[in-house]
């Protein structure tokens, strides 16, 4: 069974196999998250995303979609780049933020992970609202979870830069 739980912390210190970074689809690093990551894990990091653009991502890595790297000078192991949507009260792109949790756990669970730790996926400049963000995310990773196999994943950590953002996630892990 897997243990879902959410702390307060920096994602880029955390210590399991793997750390999905909420990238953009350029995946040549970013603003908050994804800049931290590219930061704190060094140039080999973006070495491999530079490889991924030129061989299978040519257009960028589609919303919604998952793909790891090394980790770099990171605790990890690898980083699961994968790329959330952008919120908009026109369209419903709940399925897209659903998918982006549902592939990073398949990969994680694909590489061996025994450990992975998310951001709160589009909940920052991506604009959507915490409480949903947060209800999406852990919904989704109850469902892999439950449903999938996840080979040695034994444990799913939301790393969450702010007390709002913790908040949202134990609220959703408590529903």
């Known amino acids: 069974m897997i243990r879902i739980e959410a702390v307060r912390g920096d994602i880029t210190r955390e210590r399991v196999d793997a750390i999905v970074n909420a990238a953009n689809n350029s995946l040549l690093g970013g603003g908050g998250v994804d800049g931290a990551i590219h930061r704190a894990g060094g140039p080999r990091i973006l070495e491999e995303c530079r490889l991924l653009r030129s061989t299978r991502y040519p257009d960028g890595l589609p919303t919604g979609e998952a793909v790891a790297t090394t980790a770099g000078r990171l605790q990890a192991r690898w980083v699961i780049h994968t790329v959330g949507p952008v919120y908009t009260r026109d369209a419903d792109r709940s399925g897209l933020l659903a998918s982006a949790y549902r592939r990073s756990i398949r990969l994680a669970a694909e590489l061996g992970a025994r450990s992975v730790a998310f951001p709160a996926i589009s909940a920052g400049v ?45 609220e959703a892990l408590a529903g």
């Open 126 to 170: 991506y604009g959507w609202p915490m409480d949903d963000a947060a209800r999406i995310a852990v919904t989704t990773v109850r469902e892999v979870a439950e449903k999938e196999p996840v080979g040695t994943l034994e444990l799913v950590r939301f790393v969450l830069f702010g007390p709002a953002a913790l908040t949202a996630f134990e």
